[in-house]
């Protein structure tokens, strides 16, 4: 079983990508970037694209260089940027109706697992493997599996008590936010229990095979139906949709089921990045994004940035932004059967940064 780590380290470091970049020849000189015409991300009928650019415009403390896109795509493009298999281990896609709810359930409360307060990760050992964070909580969930625990069942989630998820949860610290994933697992347990006969899977095979489609598309349903993926923010008057979960759940079933045809997606290049906690960070190191001296002290500092604070906003308006043009880019530079969609340029710089010691922004939040 590989972590999401391990998936993609057969990529190079980006510095030694850089340097054999450039002594390939690859790396163009430009323009100064005050002289560029910056453009918007091609349209693919993505509502969370569609819905950025108030964001973009008219943002204060965080800016995307678009030169410092063409510059990193310039070596980045010639990279393996696989298809992760990144959401189906402990070889559960052999059963992928099992799969689909394991995905899925451990999809809902994928969201904060370092303390806020002491910034230690949630960490728990399995099967001989000490695992951290989101990999942790994968096991946590398979280990409550082999205990016998219904951990996939909607009305065992609808009622699941504290104590309950504790010791399904049990590691180096309590699970960060604990009461908010008994509350998400409550609220998303009742609608399955109500409507799926308490399963994932029935609600992912009610769907067209399509994210988006006049609200009857896979994430349509998912933010219409459970209200804990309905992740939007308002700025300065208008709707931000970021869909981050949900986007999320798509990409797992369909990175990691797709061969075995279990699950198909018509349309997964209207998928974005899933903006969340590392990314961000993976742009900021980059220099395709940059904050503010003072929002940069404020991350530094390990300062609370609150949940659909303008500051917050824009972070993640900008991931989705950048990561839109440098998949562009990418893709200019690559033929036409070595294209790449958002979510694996998301993957590639995910991989890299998770471990990363440069601090992210903290934002108590249950959407990432």
């Known amino acids: 079983m590989k972590t999401r780590r391990e998936v993609l380290k057969a990529a190079s470091a980006f510095a030694t990508v850089a340097v054999a970049g450039t002594q390939l020849g690859v790396a163009v000189p430009r323009a100064p970037e005050s002289s560029l015409h910056v453009p918007w991300p091609k349209l693919v009928g993505s509502p969370v694209l569609d819905s950025l650019r108030p964001v973009i415009e008219k943002s204060r403390d965080v800016k995307t260089h678009y030169e410092k896109v063409r510059e990193v795509a310039n070596w980045m493009a010639y990279e393996d940027l696989p298809m992760p298999k990144i959401a189906v281990p402990y070889g559960l896609d052999k059963t992928t109706d099992i799969a689909i709810d394991f995905i899925m359930v451990g999809n809902a409360i994928d969201s904060a697992f370092t303390d806020f307060k002491t ?52 590691g180096n610290i309590e699970m960060p936010m604990l009461d908010e994933k008994m509350e998400v697992f409550h609220q998303v347990g009742g609608v399955l229990a109500a409507k799926y006969e308490g399963r994932f899977r029935n609600f992912v095979k009610s769907c067209p095979p399509r994210l988006y489609d006049n609200g009857r598309g896979l994430i349509d349903r998912m933010v219409s ?125 995910w991989t890299h940064y998770h471990t990363t010691h440069w601090p992210h922004h903290l934002t108590k939040t249950i959407m990432y």
């Not at 008057?237 to 949900?246: N, R, S, T």
């Not at 369909?254 to 899933?274: N, Q, R, V």
């Not at 993976?282 to 949940?307: C, D, F, W």
């Not at 824009?314 to 690559?334: F, G, P, Q, S, W």
Request: overall charge negative; some cysteine; hydrophobic content about 40%.
């Open 119 to 170: 910034h230690v990760k949630f960490q728990t050992d399995y099967l001989g493997e000490h695992t951290s964070d989101a990999d942790a909580m994968m096991a946590c969930l398979k280990r409550a599996m082999d205990d016998g625990i219904p951990i996939l069942d909607g009305e065992f989630l609808a009622s699941v008590t504290r104590s309950e998820l504790n010791k399904v949860f049990s």
């Open 225 to 349: 139906e459970f209200p804990r993926y309905n992740d939007v923010s308002k700025y300065q008057g208008h709707e931000v949709k970021i869909y981050k979960l949900a986007q999320l759940g798509a990409w797992g079933m369909y990175s990691g089921l797709a061969g075995t045809g279990a699950f198909t997606l018509e349309d997964a290049h209207k998928m974005t990045a899933f903006a969340d906690y590392i990314v961000p960070v993976g742009l900021r190191v980059m220099g395709i994004t940059s904050y503010s001296p003072k929002l940069e002290h404020a991350i530094n500092t390990y300062q609370m940035i609150p949940q659909d604070s303008p500051q917050e906003v824009e972070i993640r308006a900008h991931c989705l932004y950048a990561t839109a043009l440098l998949a562009e880019e990418v893709n200019k530079l690559r033929p036409p059967d070595m294209q790449v969609i958002i979510p694996q340029i998301d993957a590639r710089i």
